[in-house]
């Protein structure tokens, strides 16, 4: 059991409630939080850590969205339209999964974690980073992706996912958790999506699909036309959408852990039925400006929770959440940042968990001992500014704890 004790907890928790020189008490769990003058009364004799002037203690980020094995990307892959971009991907994929080493990949693990991330929801299309995510102590929900929307590749398909989530299950612990990703309403037959789903609900495991990113998909999707058309055409001989988007989400009812990332393009009705499944919006600020020059409109959402992802660095620059929560205020420009930040820190741990599946992301007694601590740079005036200030100004943490570990 550890106390550590800081002039600012910010918990995350249902109430968003900060204390001020508080502590906290833990092992792999927190076991108590409270001012600091009430911990060392109830434990006279116990050491407490002091973090001191300016410090900060709060839950770990989530990253809910982020795909390692494109990690090898910063200036190959063309951003600015989602067709050029897939374009891109498709011809240095190869090239770009191949540089994607082991030690590559624990490198950018490492400052994951240096920068504040404890949890990540890892899309994986060939379990080429599996090596590396096991030997992190960052925790994990690792989504095993399904694609593919040719009638004649399913069973194919099918059988080489499940083999790829069958290993993953090997390596099942309480930092490691396997999952499903369904790549896109565009990219997966039906009958896939169906067989897929069958099996999550069997695993009873976390499901999570991109969903309405760009423009040319909202064209094709609802209209068969625009320049997915010319793409599907040449690579696959389709001339018509595998699925309507509402009938995409109506294949994803009664899955406990669901989020679909993007939304951008998505209508009303779209997000109402999003809300009305129980499930999450994935929010990669960052991805959509650099593919599609789009954003996410936050007041449309406004019924649905959302969690925050840098996507990989196929549609970032960065995969350190802070730099991510930073453009997110600077891109939601119509938003008052104090309450913005606020929200954005409530979507970045705990709304991250719920998404996920996991009792983290608030410092509230009974959840994960997954903490980070680092300090501002001076005196904090008005607590009210805490969440814009944490935002505005951290880059890297000084210590994270997962588990009640420092790591
Ligand atoms: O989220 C971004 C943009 N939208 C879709 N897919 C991806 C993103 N970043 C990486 N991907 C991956 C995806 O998982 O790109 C691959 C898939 O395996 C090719 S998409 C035909
Ligand atoms: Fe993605």
Sequence with gaps: MKIISANWLLTCNENNSIIK??????????????????????????????????????????????????????????????????NSVIKSRDELINKATKQLIDAKLKKIIKTGTTTIGAISSYSFELEALINSPINKVFFCEVIGSKSDMIDTLFADFKSRYNNAKKYSSKNFIPAIAIHSPYSVHPFLVREALKFSREEKCAVSAHFLESPEEFDWLHKDEGSFLEFFKNFLGQEKAVSKPMEFLNQFSNIENLSFTHCVEASDADIKKIGDLGAYINHCVTSNRVLNNSKLDLEKIKNVPFTIGTDGLSSNNSLSMFDELRNCIMVHSSENIINLSKKLLIAATSNGAKALGLKKGQLEKEFDADMIYFKLPDILEDKDDLAMNIILHTKFVDKTIIGGKYV
């Design 21 to 86: 020189n508080g502590a906290i008490v833990f092992d792999e769990k927190i076991l108590e939080i409270d001012s600091l003058e009430n911990i060392q009364k109830k434990y006279p004799n116990k050491q407490i850590e002091i973090l001191g002037k300016n410090s900060v203690l709060m839950p770990g980020l989530i990253n809910s969205h982020i795909h390692l094995e494109f990690s090898a990307n910063s200036t190959t892959l063309k951003y600015g339209n989602f067709m050029n971009w897939l």
